[in-house]
């Protein structure tokens, strides 16, 4: 999976597509700060191997987060197929 930076506080995914896949996203962070409050997906598509994630502040504006926070992608992707 690959991490890209766009402008504040969006983060974009790329990661290998599944035609047949189920997939989970779960973002977390922790900000010592105090800068990131919250964070959203706004797309992701695991037939198309692509996520978007959003950091904001306490107000809801699109934020970076501080030098020294944390932040983790945890992407689950199963494979099913019927016999």
Known sequence: MSVTHGS???YTLVFPPGV???AELDVSFV???GTVKTVWVTAFSPTAGT???TFG???GTAT???NGDVLTFS???NRTKQF
């Open 75 to 77: 992407l689950i992707l």
């Open 57 to 59: 502040n306490g107000g």
């Open 31 to 33: 900000s010592a700060a």
């Open 64 to 66: 970076d987060p501080a």
């Open 51 to 53: 996520a978007s994630v």
């Open 8 to 10: 504040a506080g969006v």
């Open 20 to 22: 047949d896949a189920d």
